[in-house]
């Protein structure tokens, strides 16, 4: 079976609708790994986190 990547701290991501997100750090937690992220809003950053897995599904890396 092949290891997921885990995406790197810093990096930017972007998903279909155009929103922009970098991600803050990833943790592991009770056998999850969790993606904390920011998105970047007009109104100020907002945090969010999801498992790895739903991350990756919802999201693409952006080049840098």
Not at 7 to 26: A, E, Q, Y
Not at 28 to 49: A, F, M, N, R
């Amino acid at each position: 079976m092949d290891k997921i990547k885990t995406p790197r701290d810093g990096s930017k991501w972007t998903g279909n609708n155009g929103d922009r997100f970098h991600v803050l750090h990833t943790i592991e937690l009770e056998g999850h790994t969790w993606v904390h992220y920011l998105k970047e809003d007009k109104q100020g950053p907002k945090e969010y986190s999801c498992y790895l897995e739903s991350f990756l599904q919802r999201f693409r890396e952006l080049p840098e």
